[in-house]
């Protein structure tokens, strides 16, 4: 369970006018993760500082945005010891624990890169729903 989100770093850098359609890349990489003291919260559980990068590339060399930071994960105590056991030695988390942590990650982070984007003029990296109009096939075919 996350219990705490923070960013270390955010970063909107803008080199040129985007103009017409654009492909705007996304990306979200678990750099470091380390044991954090939570005795104050729970005797029993344990947790896990994560690291992360996040990133948002526009074109080959239009715009970048970049975010880092770090969320406080919760778990039993023996699932920390596995985890930090496991990512010391292949920098890397099980997919099982992964998902959650990256999800989480990527909706926090997205949501604050299209505000970033906002205010430097860059178009929404992911697409927005859009209201589409039902056809009008069954009035005209009432009316002929």
């Known amino acids: 369970m996350i219990i705490s989100f923070a960013l270390d770093k955010i970063s909107v850098i803008k080199k040129k006018d985007?103009?017409?359609?654009?492909?705007?890349?996304?990306?979200?990489?678990?750099?470091?993760?380390?044991?954090?003291?939570?005795?104050?919260i729970s005797e029993n559980s344990g947790a896990v500082n994560i690291g992360?990068?996040?990133?948002?590339?526009?074109?080959?060399?239009?715009?970048?945005?970049?975010?880092?930071?770090?969320?406080?994960?919760?778990?039993?105590?023996?699932?920390?010891k596995e985890m930090v056991a496991h990512w010391n030695k292949?920098?890397?988390?099980?997919?099982?624990?992964?998902?959650?942590?990256?999800?989480?990650?990527l909706q926090k982070c997205n949501v604050k890169a299209l505000s970033l984007g906002n205010e430097v003029g860059l178009p929404p990296h992911i697409p927005f729903p859009r209201?589409?109009?039902?056809?009008?096939?069954?009035?005209?075919?009432?009316?002929a």
């Open 131 to 143: 209201l589409a109009l039902k056809s009008d096939v069954g009035v005209e075919k009432q009316a």
């Open 52 to 80: 992360f990068t996040f990133n948002v590339i526009f074109g080959k060399d239009l715009a970048v945005i970049e975010l880092a930071g770090k969320v406080l994960y919760m778990l039993d105590e023996d699932s920390k």
């Open 90 to 105: 292949v920098k890397k988390v099980d997919a099982k624990r992964s998902q959650p942590i990256l999800n989480s990650i």
């Open 18 to 40: 985007i103009v017409g359609n654009i492909e705007a890349k996304n990306n979200v990489k678990i750099t470091n993760i380390s044991e954090q003291n939570v005795s104050a």
